[in-house]
């Protein structure tokens, strides 16, 4: 029950599709702002103590049963444009996202 609570909580995070290669890629991408550490402390907060997940059933859980990564910084982008950004990938209905 626990395992699953965590792999509810990754299916909900704002991941976007490769910009290079997406026809051959199926590997989605998650905030440069993000990292494992991070990820596990906010589901850690967003949970009752007793489904709490250690670093490693977490991080076993989102390497295998995920093709996520972390975007790398932008590096010409500024803070907006990266906020913005992260609103329209979070974005769910079709008709505002575009």
Request: glycine share 2%; proline share 5%.
């Amino acid at each position: 029950m626990k395992k699953e609570k965590i792999r509810e909580f990754i299916r909900q995070l704002p991941a976007t599709e490769s910009h290079y290669n997406r026809n051959k890629s199926k590997k989605s991408y998650l905030s440069s702002e993000l990292n494992i550490g991070k990820l596990r402390k906010f589901y850690n907060d967003s949970v009752t103590p007793d489904f709490e997940s250690k670093k490693m059933m977490f991080w076993e859980i989102f390497s295998s049963d995920f093709p996520l990564g972390f975007r790398s910084p932008a590096s010409d982008a500024c803070s907006t444009c990266i906020l913005l950004n992260n609103e329209i990938a979070a974005e769910t209905d079709p008709d505002k996202k575009y």
